[in-house]
């Protein structure tokens, strides 16, 4: 594999080390130097700043096939989900839909310089092999060049059907892989129940236990308007405390979402050791509230960034959202520093998938970067270029994007796939089901 040297940029290694220094890749990864013979390609990062790959730690990849489906617009939730089901039985959720719709949202990402996407999969219809549907998914990311962590999840799933596909999912694709990732860390699998809102304490137990054989990574949705009311309707309890006395309240959560939620059950979930994801392109939309992001973070909760789907949140572009979490996060409190958000994006998101190897760049890191440039006239006049990151160009796009030392995105188009095709793909089987 080539070795590269990226030089003229402002790097920011991580949330603590920002510098002017070249930064080297070699063999897929960070290195501290350039190797003995000198880097096989030099790249001009003048006027750029570098990151890292930003990581994703929630999306729903399917719903990139249901973009602005009418009737989800500010719909209340019991509303989207009824309209959402049935999109899905029309279309047919299957292996070559979950493909195409895959392979879009991963394409997507990557131009918005998103390197790794945990795609939480909530659809499993009858008759369809949850393993071919997950496979899908899993070749997409493969062809288009991304990482990904595939979530299997549960939205009203027979149990314990749900817990041996996960095993039969495992069994397939990450044979004798140590916590649920492959060997060059491009694959991830992990659990996640929708949330106590669709599933019950023997979908959850169930998850638990497969997850703990396999050590794989959790992660769930809670406290959002229909979360709460519902454990409310139907246990008398909050989704917090179900999910404390389910098991679910334990190192290696992430919990998503967390709109409607108290000082005491931010404490609880610091002191539980559980890692938030923080999804404000999903949860302003439906009208769900905004995420205490700042009071989170000051309890000692991690927090990692996610767009969620297309059913809600029609872009995959996670730097976008992150704008909009800075924009409104004093609303609900302390405000949340655009460099704060960019730790989130990277560090923060990868601390929820239980990673070290991306998120950052320091030496030894998978080499998943950007090269954002900030040369033209939306960065004009810009004092603090990281706080410009996402203050200034809305809808900033990355020049260039490397995952494991490749290059899947060059001077802004994608070269690791053709991205008109896939969005061609995806049209036309659209097209050819709605008849
Ligand atoms: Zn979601």
Not at 41 to 58: F, K, P
Not at 82 to 109: F, H, I, N, T
Not at 297 to 307: K, N, Q, S, W, Y
Request: hydrophobic share 40%; net charge negative.
């Amino acid at each position: 594999m080539t070795s590269t040297r990226i030089e003229g940029g402002t790097v920011v290694i991580d949330g603590a080390t920002v510098t002017d220094a070249p930064i080297h890749v070699d063999d897929g990864q960070i290195a501290s130097a350039a190797p003995p013979d000198g880097p096989g390609e030099v790249i001009d990062a003048s006027g750029c700043v570098v990151t890292a790959g930003l990581i994703n730690a929630h999306h729903h990849l399917l719903q990139s096939a249901f973009r602005t489906l009418p009737g989800t617009r500010f719909a209340v939730m019991s509303d989207w989900l009824a309209q959402m089901s049935a999109a899905y039985g029309r279309l047919r959720v299957d292996p070559e839909l979950g493909a195409a719709a895959a392979r879009v949202g991963l394409a997507e990402s990557l131009l918005c310089g998103v390197t790794t996407v945990a795609d939480h999969h909530l659809t499993w219809p009858d008759g369809i092999d949850p393993v071919e549907l997950a496979g899908a998914t899993i070749e997409s990311a493969a062809g288009v060049g991304a990482r990904l962590v595939f979530v299997r999840g549960t939205a009203r799933d027979d149990p314990a059907t749900a817990a041996e596909s996960i095993a039969a999912i495992h069994d397939t694709y990450l044979p004798g892989s140590h916590g649920g990732i492959s060997d060059d860390g491009k694959l991830q699998l992990a659990v996640g129940p929708s949330g106590v809102h669709a599933d019950g304490p023997e979908t959850f137990a169930a998850l638990r236990e497969v997850a703990m054989s396999l050590g794989l990574r959790r992660r769930t949705q809670a406290n959002e308007q229909v979360d709460v009311a519902i454990a409310a309707d139907r246990y008398g309890r909050r989704p917090l405390e179900l999910l404390d006395e389910w098991g679910w309240l334990e190192p290696g959560v992430t919990v998503a979402h967390l709109c409607e939620i108290t000082d005491g059950e931010i404490d609880m979930l610091a002191a539980r050791g559980v890692t938030a994801t923080h999804a404000p392109g999903c949860d302003v939309p439906m009208g769900w509230g905004i995420a205490p992001v700042a009071s989170l973070l000051r309890a000692g909760v991690p927090v990692g960034m996610g767009t969620s789907g297309g059913g809600s949140n029609d872009g995959g572009h996670l730097l976008a959202d992150a704008r909009l979490a800075m924009q409104v996060s004093g609303l609900v409190g302390d405000p949340v520093s655009g460099g704060t958000l960019l730790g989130m994006c990277t560090e923060g998101s990868a601390q929820g998938l239980g990673r070290t190897d991306i998120g950052h760049l320091r030496p030894g890191a998978a080499a998943d970067l950007c090269i954002w440039d900030c040369d033209d006239v939306f960065d004009a006049g810009v004092a603090d270029r990281i706080e410009g990151l996402l203050w200034a160009s809305p809808g900033r796009r990355p020049r260039d994007v490397m995952v494991a030392g490749r290059w899947v995105v060059r001077d802004g188009h994608l070269v690791s796939d053709d991205s008109r095709a896939a969005a061609h793909e995806l049209t036309a089987l659209i097209d050819s089901r709605s008849g």
